[in-house]
């Protein structure tokens, strides 16, 4: 069963366990017509009715508590690849397919890929990176751009997933996005997985916090996951009708100006590729983001 939606699903939240400094309410409202930048950092088969007030995860969950989290926010299908296409494209291609379909990377100003681990620009192949985690990658249209801009994340130095594009992509590395793999630093289970996870998180943005843009209101990152654990290869995880928990995943909007706020509406990465496209000041939204629900009037941003 699914966690309840709206405010009664924040309440258990233990964002008390961490000392982090707050991310969001920093600023009053309204917030900015747009953003000089719009990050997204995906996370890694983790489903909502496992995160919230998961103990292991106080980070996540102080951002839930503090930011504006999205309580019925749901994936596109299982495996993986396809709904990092759906995020990019508004289109869930399938997995190790490249997509002709046109992406946010050719519609805004500049854009950043950064993959934590990855061995050479653009899908160098490296221990503890996956293409399939890699959105750039798989769009042909961007090949040449794809050399300089879908960039190796070192995953000692934080200073590497400071945004300086308008639109930035960040995927943490198989040690870090909830999964786990021989070489990793930890032990090999569920509890370690999402306490690595965690800590990655907190420290990358809060190196992004303390950038000027963001203390300025100027950045807004959406953290979110691509899919719970197991569910049906090709299931239709979009349908609202579909409550299949592996299906729902939480979604946080983290910005200087964000209020703290639980907002229940549908929303899939379609409704956030739509949102990240009019942060950026894009008006023509890519595939199914055209008649995804937008995320701003309910989250705040």
């Known amino acids: 069963m699914l966690v309840p939606s709206g405010a009664a699903a924040v309440a258990a939240v233990p964002h008390e366990t961490t000392t982090a400094p707050d991310p969001c309410g920093l600023l009053p409202g309204p917030p900015p017509a747009t953003y000089t930048h719009v990050v997204v950092i995906m996370e890694e088969n983790l489903a909502y009715a496992d995160a919230i007030g998961n103990p292991d995860a106080p ?74 985690h890699d959105p750039a990658f798989w769009y042909p249209a961007i090949a040449s751009d794809c050399l300089l801009n879908d960039l190796p994340m070192d995953p000692s130095d934080g200073a590497t997933a400071l945004p300086t594009a308008a639109f930035t992509w960040i995927t943490p590395n198989q040690c870090h996005n909830h999964h786990w793999q021989t070489g990793c630093t930890g032990a090999s289970d569920p509890t370690a997985f999402t306490q690595s996870m965690d800590a990655w998180l907190s420290g990358t943005i809060q190196a992004i916090q303390a950038t000027p843009d963001y203390q300025a209101g100027q950045t807004l990152i959406f953290v979110t996951f691509d899919e719970g654990q197991g569910g049906t290869p090709g299931e239709d995880c979009a349908d609202p009708t579909n409550t299949d928990p592996s299906c729902q995943v939480v979604t946080i909007a983290v910005a200087a100006g964000v209020q703290p706020v639980a907002d229940p509406t549908f929303y899939t990465h379609y409704s956030m590729l739509r949102s990240a496209e009019e942060a950026l000041g894009i008006t023509t939204f890519l595939g199914n983001a055209a008649t995804a629900n937008d995320m701003r009037p309910g989250m705040g941003f």
């Open 59 to 132: 980070y996540l969950n102080q951002l839930a508590a503090e930011c504006a989290l999205a309580t019925n926010f749901h994936n596109e299908t299982h495996p993986s690849q396809p709904n990092y296409m759906a995020a990019t494209s508004g289109f869930a291609t399938a997995t190790h397919q490249q997509s002709t379909n046109p992406s946010i990377y050719e519609q805004v100003s500049s854009w950043n890929d950064l993959e934590e681990s990855m061995g050479s620009n653009c899908g160098g192949k490296a221990p503890h990176y996956k293409h399939g």
